[in-house]
T-cell receptor
Framework: QKEVEQDPGPLSVPEGAIVSLNCTYSNSAFQYFMWYRQYSRKGPELLMY????GNKEDGRFTAQVDKSSKYISLFIRDSQPSDSATYLCASQGAQKLVFGQGTRLTINP | NAGVTQTPKFHILKIGQSMTLQCTQD?????MYWYRQDPGMGLKLIYY???????DKGEVPNGYNVSRSTTEDFPLRLELAAPSQTSVYFC????????????FGSGTQLSVL
């Protein structure tokens, strides 16, 4: 079983839609959870960072962690074509991050 | 600051050849990492280093070697290249543990033919 599982998609939605991206993880010791955004032919960039359970909001983006169900979510409100990218969830293992497979998201104008 | 710089950006290697992917960072970060990214497979950790002179294996170290003689540089060596090593390679760095933000380079696209 992979430590972090993510549906690779692809996911295609119309501009303005609410997007929900999800991951599950298996290690109950994970405390730090992150979302990285990766544009085509670029390196990933940190988008959201959450410690333990709860919600964190930054503009149109909301990260949610439910440790009881080992579920990680990223919500994008009022999605824009510029949000088209691959989104990778990640959780901290022993001194290193474990990444999900990444979900390729396309926002259609 | 340039951040994390990787060279080359693209390379084609013949089976059995060797090469070194270069990575340097100018942020004085202690931690450095090498990942490979295959289509639909996310990022897999190859090797990492917590400081100069200290390296450790990640998830997929076979066929690779690293060294960390300075804080700035973390080269990745491919020995006897195989088609299975065709991938996009990313170098990353962080100030301390993985709980810190990772800064990634722009990647090296490597094809082994």
């Amino acid at each position: 079983q992979k430590e972090v599982e993510q549906d690779p998609g692809p996911l295609s939605v119309p501009e303005g839609a609410i997007v929900s991206l999800n991951c599950t993880y298996s290690n109950s010791a994970f405390q730090y959870f992150m979302w990285y955004r990766q544009y085509s032919r670029k390196g990933p960039e940190l988008l959201m960072y959450t410690y333990s359970s709860g919600n964190k909001e930054d503009g149109r983006f909301t990260a949610q962690v439910d440790k009881s169900s080992k579920y990680i979510s990223l919500f994008i409100r009022d999605s824009q074509p510029s949000d088209s990218a691959t989104y990778l969830c990640a959780s901290q293992g022993a001194q290193k991050l474990v990444f999900g497979q990444g979900t390729r998201l396309t926002i259609n104008p | 600051n340039a951040g994390v710089t990787q060279t080359p950006k693209f390379h084609i290697l013949k089976i059995g050849q060797s090469m070194t992917l270069q990575c340097t960072q100018d942020m004085n970060h202690n931690y450095m990492y090498w990942y490979r990214q295959d289509p639909g497979m996310g990022l897999k950790l190859i090797y990492y280093s917590v400081g100069a002179g200290i390296t450790d294996k990640g998830e997929v170290p076979n066929g690779y070697n690293v060294s960390r003689s300075t804080t700035e540089d973390f080269p990745l060596r491919l020995e006897l290249a195989a088609p299975s090593q065709t991938s996009v390679y990313f170098c990353a760095s962080s100030y301390s543990t993985a709980a810190e933000k990772l800064f990634f380079g722009s990647g090296t696209q490597l094809s082994v033919l």
